[in-house]
């Protein structure tokens, strides 16, 4: 039986640069960072948020030969990785105005839809991330407004 995600990753081409930008801006905070001897295993998490971290993770060995890591940050660059994570907020417009004071790339602004209001972050190496102050009722969406709503 499954019992739990303790970690994800998203790429990251200088994870000092990463650490300015996650805990520097956003306000994580790290988690772990060991040198591993064969890479840096630098994660980190919301601030007391024990047990989900996100790995900031340099591609490259181990995991990728030289060809495909240069790829992959190919990749990355382009924005072409997908969504990296959601992080949820009590107030997504106040976060909103904070961080781009701060100088955080935004591709939305807070937008509201049926599960609350959101917008997207973009992050210094090109992934995607969303921002989201969940609605206070999980009321069913109705597809037809959500085909409307997203264009489909």
């Keep these: ?3 739990g995600i303790t970690h994800s990753a998203v790429y990251v081409t200088d994870q000092d640069e990463a650490l300015a930008f996650y805990v520097g801006k956003l306000g994580m905070e790290v988690a772990a960072d060991v040198d591993l001897g064969v890479m ?3 994660t980190v998490r ?3 948020q024990e047990g989900r971290e996100v790995l900031l993770e340099v591609p490259g060995p181990p995991a990728h030969d030289a060809q495909t890591a240069a790829g992959v940050r190919a990749l990355v660059a382009k924005g072409a990785l997908g969504l990296g994570f959601i992080l949820t907020v009590d107030d997504c417009r106040a976060t909103y ?3 781009k004071a701060a100088g955080v790339e935004f591709t939305q602004e807070p937008t509201e839809h049926f599960y609350g209001i959101d917008c997207g972050v973009r992050d210094p190496f090109g992934n995607h991330l969303r921002v989201t102050q969940p609605a206070p009722t999980g009321a069913a969406p109705d597809p037809a407004a959500l085909r409307a709503e997203f264009g489909i």
């Design 97 to 99: 105005e904070a961080w």
């Design 1 to 3: 039986m499954l019992t």
């Design 40 to 42: 840096r295993w630098l």
């Design 46 to 48: 919301v601030p007391g």
